[in-house]
């Protein structure tokens, strides 16, 4: 099944989409990877829906990609008494450890580390930012706050502190359990939450050990000060505008996105915008006008997926959810803008063999109108290089490991192909042109560009251009 359009589409999975039944919907709708949040359900819950999307799957003869979404630590303030307070602008308010219930005066905080590292003037933002408190005095076991903005607040609430380095790792003893299941399962991506330094990102694929591709969510403003870092080493970038827009003031988030994007891009490193994309479809059969924009600047900006979070996961309509999207990129994808917005930038060529010829062969594409860009590949470099040209013409990826073909259904203009590698040029010319005419890329008297390394099967190591005729 060929998609329309070369950005992808992630879906999250959830209570509104696990059976086999509507797993498949959201495919035919136009989900390319089924998205896992590991801060809700079982492993036994997770492990169900894996093995659906897998049946899907095989009954589809398509790869299609699975990314595991780790917790990462959650910093909570403690309960109070009556379960809710309502705390007033310009009131004293003080965060400790003490393990007691609390009131409109005081609320456990139990997380040592966060008091360590506070001065007065640090901002704590309480409930996604709804409440707003500013540190006066700092001490070991407690710290003493003005509420700058107030309103009601309740049990167990999320804590976020701007523009503070936290001392804390961002997998814990829960992600690692999370992350040793995911990895028996199979999952093809791991997104590894609260990222604020490279550090993290280097221990992630030290456990990870080869088995999966790592991607960095960027929800920190810690993350951003060393970003170029962070995307060198992940092999994919995830933009969660949510806890980043409260971190930061919302005006910063906008920009901030093209520029995540546009690291990403000059990487050749995928990159995912994600978080309220279609938010009011959780309850809505139609998304607002400023959602659909919302999505489409994404596009606009060369992003190589967009993703659905509550909306295909637990809200009433995932299926009309995924469909949307991908009418919405569609369009964008057809406007006579988007080629110009897209040509704006093109990621600077490197001194390689590699990509001299995957920059040669989309000018040959562009030159020959030809029906697709035919990449070999076993390790997904040659295809990413491909996809980071952003051709104007689609990227025909034929694989020879499933799980790089799975990787690969998150990256921007790939249509993966699973195949045994050639083992000769005539065979490499044969194969490319009968699987772009079965795949609907190709008729009979259009040209193809191929793109491969010698000697086969070798990893990285692309140093072929050859133009084929279709029969």
């Not at 086999?20 to 949040?37: K, P, Q, T």
């Not at 063999?353 to 594409?365: F, G, L």
Request: hydrophobic share 45%.
């Amino acid at each position: 099944m060929r998609r329309d359009r070369c950005t992808k589409i992630v879906a999250t999975l959830g209570p509104a989409s696990s059976t086999r039944e509507r797993i498949r919907a959201l495919v035919e709708a136009g989900a390319d990877v089924f998205r896992f949040n590991f801060s809700h359900g079982s492993h036994d819950d997770h492990a169900a829906r894996f093995a659906l999307v897998r049946e899907v799957e095989a009954a589809r003869g398509r790869p299609i990609g699975t990314l595991m979404d780790l917790q990462g630590p959650k910093l909570r303030i403690g309960t109070f008494a009556e379960g809710r307070v309502v705390l007033e602008s310009g009131r004293p308010f003080r965060l400790d450890l003490e393990p007691v219930p609390g009131d409109a005066t005081r609320v456990e905080l139990p997380h040592p580390e966060i008091l360590e590292v506070l001065a007065p003037g640090a901002l704590l933002l309480l409930d996604d930012g709804k409440i707003r408190l500013r540190v006066e005095r700092a001490e070991p076991r407690s710290v003493e706050t003005v509420v700058v903005a107030g309103g009601p607040l309740s049990d167990r609430k999320g804590v976020n502190v701007p523009g503070v380095l936290l001392p804390i790792p961002a997998m814990t003893e829960k992600d690692r359990r999370d992350l040793a299941f995911g990895m028996e399962q199979g999952f093809d991506w791991v997104a590894l939450s609260f990222v604020q330094r490279p550090d993290d990102v280097a221990e992630a694929k030290r456990l990870v050990a080869g088995r999966a591709a790592v991607m960095a969510k960027i929800e920190k403003p810690s993350a951003i000060e060393r970003l170029e870092e962070i995307v060198d080493l992940a092999d994919g970038i995830m933009i969660a505008r949510g806890d980043l827009g409260v971190e930061l003031p919302p005006e910063r988030v906008p920009g901030l996105q093209k520029r995540i994007v546009r690291v990403a891009r000059e990487a050749g490193k995928p990159v995912v915008v994600a978080t309220q994309m279609l938010e009011s479809m959780i309850t809505s059969p139609a998304p607002t006008r400023a959602e659909a924009s919302d999505v489409a600047t994404a596009v606009y900006d060369g992003a190589d997926a967009v993703m659905l979070s509550a909306e295909s996961a637990s809200g009433a309509y995932p299926v009309e959810a995924v469909a949307m999207m991908d009418r919405i990129v569609v369009e964008v994808e057809h406007d006579a803008l988007y080629r110009v917005y897209l040509d704006a930038f093109h990621a600077s060529a490197r001194q390689t063999s590699a990509d001299a010829i995957t920059q040669a062969a989309a000018r040959v594409a562009h030159t020959l109108h030809s029906a697709c860009i035919v990449t070999y590949t076993t390790s997904g470099a040659t295809a990413l290089r491909a996809a980071r040209e952003r051709p104007d013409h689609p990227i025909l990826g034929l694989i020879t490991r499933m799980p790089t073909a799975r990787k690969l259904t998150l990256a921007w203009g790939i249509h993966p192909v699973y195949t045994e590698d050639a083992r000769d040029l005539d065979e490499m010319v044969t194969k490319a042109r009968r699987i772009a005419r079965e795949e609907g890329f190709a008729e009979p008297g259009s040209s193809i560009v191929i793109t491969a390394g010698l000697p086969f099967g070798t990893p990285g190591a692309t140093n072929l251009l050859r133009v084929a005729w279709v029969t």
